[in-house]
């Protein structure tokens, strides 16, 4: 393989945690930002959902997901980040997703634990070099 070639493949794979990271966090910040443009409603639907103190929940869930997706998505603190936001996926479809005998809740229930599991890996960033 030459210079040349091994050097774009290196630049690609340099990119990818990037794409990975973006894939992640983009939809938390879009839904984020949708808690910021209605929070009557998402306060509503956290009051459907049997949480105390809804407004309350609309604003840490905008933290959580508006913070936590930036922060993954620029790289700042991205291994605590991606915990928080595991951890946050993993809440979320046992508050929300639990009806089991819809079909519809269980795709989104699966679908937050594949996400968790997403963040868990780009916590753990087993690809990062590490000097010895």
């Known amino acids: 393989m030459s210079d040349e070639t091994m050097a774009s493949t290196g630049a690609a794979y340099r990119l990818i945690p990037l794409l990975a990271r973006a894939l992640l966090s983009i939809p938390f910040i879009w839904a984020g930002c949708l808690k910021i443009l209605a929070p009557s409603f998402y ?13 309350a929940a609309v604003g840490l869930a905008i933290a959580v997901e508006v913070g936590g997706g930036l922060a993954v998505l620029m790289g700042f603190q991205t291994r605590i980040a991606a915990g928080i936001l595991a951890v946050w996926c993993i809440a979320t479809a046992l508050v929300a997703y639990t009806n089991f005998a819809d079909p519809n809740t269980q795709f989104h229930f699966l679908k937050n634990v594949v996400m968790a599991g997403g ?10 070099r590490r000097a010895t």
């Open 119 to 128: 963040f868990l890996y780009v916590a753990a960033d087993p690809g990062r």
């Open 43 to 55: 306060s509503a639907y956290f009051t459907k959902l049997g949480l105390p103190f809804p407004m």
